[in-house]
């Protein structure tokens, strides 16, 4: 079960010291589409992350490993895929490797690639429930082999004693090994981004007022 941050109590930080550490961080992508309001909470958001790994750093020590979902690279190359990308975590990770921590592939491209063009196809709003259950079914065993595959990779170069960093979006379905210690990084603008981007979705469902509706709000009765 993850650890929740804000409830690690000081007494209880020295066990935390031994054995393997994951600091699991929900992966949240910029939209330049989006109003400058979002920008903001999005920029906040990862300025709260740095700052919560880096006070349990001073706790538990600095981080060893980094893994990225959607990046089958490691070291160097791993950074230049991040920048086509264009996500926030680039600074993050490379603060990091500056200061030792290596980054490590947990993706396998091939079965990457898969999944990837399964979503496409059922992204195209099929027809046919026969051909949407079939390619819901590979696109199923896909993700499944997928988080099997990461789930293993991460046991394989996290060592004992060792912290590692997984920037990850929430709906997974990895299955960490049971002695890795998970603690999820959430910080408050966590929630604030999320609420304001259910409003968001919500308002752009909402079908454009007309003139006469715009009007009896401006002029209550």
């Given amino acids: ?79 230049n895929s991040l920048k086509q990308l264009k996500v926030s975590s680039l600074s993050l990770i490379q603060s990091r490797m500056s200061r030792g921590a290596m980054f490590e592939s947990a993706e396998d491209q091939t079965i990457l690639e898969e999944l990837m063009d399964w979503s496409r196809c059922l992204s195209l709003g099929l027809q046919s429930q026969k051909v949407f259950s079939t390619v819901y079914g590979f696109y199923t065993e896909a993700n499944k082999t997928r988080s099997e595959i990461i789930a293993k990779k991460i046991n394989e170069s996290l060592k004992e004693n060792e912290s590692g960093i997984l920037i990850m979006g929430e709906g997974h379905h990895v299955q960490f090994p049971s002695d890795i210690r998970i603690f999820y990084i959430s910080p408050p603008s966590l929630d604030e981004l999320k609420r304001w981007m259910r409003d968001f979705e919500d308002q752009s469902k909402k079908p454009p007022q007309t003139e006469a509706e715009a009007h009896s709000e401006d002029n209550p009765q």
């Fill in 1 to 79: 079960m993850a650890e929740e941050l804000g409830k690690i109590e000081k007494p209880l930080v020295e066990d935390f010291r031994g054995g393997r550490k994951l600091y699991f961080v929900p992966l949240i992508f910029s939209n330049s589409d989006l109003p400058q309001e979002f920008g903001e909470k999005y920029n906040r958001y990862w300025d709260q992350v740095e700052s919560q790994i880096t006070g349990l750093e001073l706790k538990l020590g600095s981080v060893n490993r980094i893994y990225h979902e959607l990046i089958p690279q490691s070291g160097d190359e791993a950074v």
